[in-house]
């Protein structure tokens, strides 16, 4: 786990994203990939080898026609903080090839020294994690068109969503240059966020209560940032990853559905 | 033809009989090279494996075979420290059936990897607090000791033996044989656990999550312990085996019958322990993350109640039964029974806690994820299996394995 | 994994598992080198050249 360096106050970025807002276009999924030189396969009918680093799952309250209600859930990697750092996937790699930053919450993945084990995957409950099961191969022309600021990468190794990490980097050397050492909130912004074309994803510092992130969801940090708005919940919450990413919905049965609740337990866990 | 290779006063089946067992037995072994080098030369698609199936068959297979090979520190563990000396007649066979389990975890591990070039990553970034870093550093020492261990063994065929300097560094080697014998048992006590706690300290998985003891999950103890308990069985399944494929008798009844009542008695105490972690784990550990004990054994074509019944009663409770009663132990038939489930049970706890967990849906809107092997994954399987066939045949053709033989059956 | 690369962050954990390695590999090494010594100095002292084809158990 990387400690906090040099004068700049501890970040711990996060995302909203407010479930009523999402349509399910998919255009954070197309935003990411192509920021992120996401590969993809010729045929990409099997959904569980193809990498998403975001993924929009459709979830259904079961009920028919004309209680029926959709929502789609955008997931990006949770960039979990767990207990101190201690974040699933980070605790279990093998060779230090993911760490957890405290200077800004990211969960990072570093490429060329991932060995391929996989035990980072098992280990995330939210399957954010994938392992290139081919080397990248894009249409003729089209590497032409790969973002210069993000590698590639290679047959058998772990990637995941990094929070576009290499904006975050952009807007500091920025920062640097005009001798500040702390961003706005808009000069640091995921693609994902930027592509929404409902507003459903805000992105920003869970730390710093003047981010818009901050005052939506109230994290309590004393308890492992649980959010303290009503309407706001984190997936499996109960699980104690303590996730970054927060949802936010003014519908029950979607609060409950980002949860896993034995019979009888009543409404505490949905509520949060 | 190598009858001078033959140990003395011993007989072995015609060199032409020999070779074409290891023929045969040699194309199934190329047959897993192929698969092997196909998914080092073309990648991991050669596997079914996929993004919800990270571990699959060949963690499993690792898994089952350190359990199994297991035999070989814990019956070198009663021999050199406890002081079983009785064990002498069969503790060549366990180190040999270790020796083949270890090398081929080892092999499987390397097959397994995304970046096969890249696994020296492990030891020189080590992350010393993941459980995987603390089993490939003491899996690659244990093999260490474990080659330590048969090399006498190998220096000891006839031929070899003439050598001074081979016939005084195996005589050497037996002297303090009870230093690695010890540090074996140490390195295995670690790797073994650590096995345990790859799956037990998932946080993220409530099917394999345990609490524990300090930095340690439950499993952690139990992987230790049921591969001390289950070691044992494996030794003795293979025994039996190797007894019906030679038609002699090769290991003294009174070894057998300490080695099974050992074993009995540790399956026995073993199982209470995890049903007592069961029971724990699905009425508190569990139901904390939200999950009742059915939500994992339902709603699914394949992970039923039955595996948890298969593991701890049928492939627990009655091997338990049968090895720790005097009449069980000297039943041929009720102690080949026992080994048999006892290897069963293990191989099913070490499926569960590497298949299963990554079956079971943790997202409330997720789904069951069911995997089948590709031809490749189980190729690669049955590969080290060819191996070790070829190296036991090997051994007990030119080297003295069993020290009783010449009495029991001459 | 050494002390020096630009992440090292010393804790406990080094010093117990990096300890319990090295005491390891220290037995196993030590007991090697003293077992392949000896035998060698045995050997050329012409210890063993009489138990031709002997079995040891």
């Keep these: 786990m990387k400690q906090s360096q040099g004068h700049n106050r501890p970040k711990k970025y996060g995302m909203v994203i407010d479930l009523d807002k999402c349509t399910g276009c998919g255009s954070c999924m197309v935003a990411c990939m192509a920021e992120n030189n996401v590969p993809f396969k010729k045929d990409e009918t099997n959904k569980r080898d193809s990498i998403t680093w975001m993924k929009v799952y459709k979830l259904t309250n079961g009920k028919p026609f004309p209680e029926n209600d959709v929502c789609y859930l955008p997931r990006p990697c949770m960039h979990c903080e767990g207990h101190h750092g201690h974040s699933p996937c980070v605790s279990v790699c093998p060779a230090t090839a993911t760490d957890y930053s405290t200077d800004t919450g990211i969960v990072s993945q570093i490429y060329t020294r991932c060995f391929g084990c996989r035990y980072c995957m098992a280990a995330c ?118 996730p970054k990413v927060y949802y936010l919905s003014t519908r029950e049965w979607v609060r409950k559905a980002g949860d896993n609740s034995i019979k009888g337990e009543g409404k505490a866990h949905a509520k949060h | 033809m190598d009858s001078a290779l033959i140990p003395q006063g011993v007989r072995r089946c015609s060199l032409g009989k020999f070779a074409f067992f290891i023929g045969i037995v040699g194309a199934v072994l190329l047959w897993g090279v192929y698969a092997m080098l196909l998914c080092w030369l073309k990648g991991l698609n050669q596997t079914n494996m ?29 021999k050199y420290i406890v002081g079983k000396d009785e064990l002498k007649n069969i503790i060549n066979y366990a180190v040999l059936i270790g020796f083949i389990c270890y090398s081929s975890a080892l092999l499987i591990l390397a097959i397994d990897i995304g970046q096969p070039l890249r696994g020296w990553f492990i030891f020189w970034h080590a992350n010393v607090h993941s459980m995987l870093t603390e089993v490939a550093f003491c899996l690659s020492c244990y093999f260490a000791v474990l080659s330590i261990e048969y090399l006498p063994l190998v220096l000891e065929n006839r031929q070899l033996n003439k050598v001074p300097f081979f016939h005084n560094l195996a005589h050497n080697m037996h002297e303090i044989m009870a230093v690695f014998a010890a540090t074996g048992a140490f390195l295995s006590f670690f790797h073994q656990g650590s096995l345990g706690g790859v799956a037990g300290v998932l946080f993220g998985r409530p099917f394999s999550f345990r609490e524990g003891a300090f930095i340690w999950p439950w499993t952690f103890f139990l992987f230790t312990w049921s591969a001390a308990a289950y070691g044992p069985c494996f030794t003795l399944a293979l025994t039996k085996l190797i007894e019906k494929v030679t038609r002699k008798k090769l290991v003294g009844d009174k070894c057998v019958d300490l080695l099974a009542k050992i074993s009995g008695w540790m399956i026995f105490t073993y199982i209470i322990a995890k049903i007592a ?134 | 994994m050494f002390p020096g690369f630009f992440e090292w962050i010393w804790d406990g954990g080094h010093v117990v598992f990096m300890g319990g390695l090295w005491y390891a590999l220290g037995i196993i090494g030590m007991g090697l080198t003293f077992c392949i010594l000896k035998a060698a100095i045995e050997t050329a002292q012409g210890k063993g050249a009489e138990h031709g084809g002997d079995e040891h158990h």
């Design chain 1, 125 to 242: 409950p939210y399957h954010a994690r994938y392992f290139n099961w081919w080397d990248p191969v894009w249409p003729a022309g089209m590497e032409q068109m790969l973002s210069p600021d993000v590698s590639v990468r290679m047959r058998g190794i772990v990637e995941k969503c990094s929070f576009c990490f290499h904006r975050y980097q952009r807007a500091m050397d920025k920062a640097h240059l005009e001798g500040r050492h702390e961003l706005a909130e808009d000069e640091y912004q995921t693609s994902c966020t930027q592509a929404c074309p409902s507003g459903a994803i805000t992105f920003g510092d869970l730390n710093n209560p003047e981010h818009k992130v901050h005052q939506m969801v109230k994290p309590d940090n004393a308890h492992g940032g649980r959010p303290q708005a009503p309407n706001a919940f984190r997936l499996l919450e109960r699980l104690g990853t303590n």
């Design chain 2, 277 to 410: 972690d069961t029971y724990y784990w699905a009425t508190v550990t569990a139901p904390e993350g939200g999950f009742t004990l059915m939500d994992f054994y339902s709603n699914n074509p394949m992970y039923g109640i039955w595996i948890l019944v298969l593991e701890i009663v049928i492939g627990g409770i009655i091997p338990a039964l049968i090895l720790i009663t005097k009449k069980g132990r000297r039943s041929p038939f009720l102690l080949v029974t026992a080994v048999i489930f006892g290897c069963i049970g293990v191989s099913v706890n070490r499926w569960v806690m590497v298949l299963q967990v990554m079956a079971v849906p943790v997202m409330p809107f997720d789904t069951w994820a069911m995997y089948y092997p590709s031809w490749q994954e189980v190729a690669t399987t049955i590969l080290p299996v060819a191996y070790g066939v070829i190296l036991v045949a090997l051994s007990y053709r030119y080297l003295p394995i069993f020290p009783q033989e010449k009495e029991l059956n001459y």
């Design chain 2, 50 to 78: 996929n993004d919800y199936y990270g571990f699959a068959l060949w963690i499993w297979a690792d898994l089952a075979v350190i359990a199994l090979g297991g035999g070989a520190f814990f019956t070198g563990f009663l």
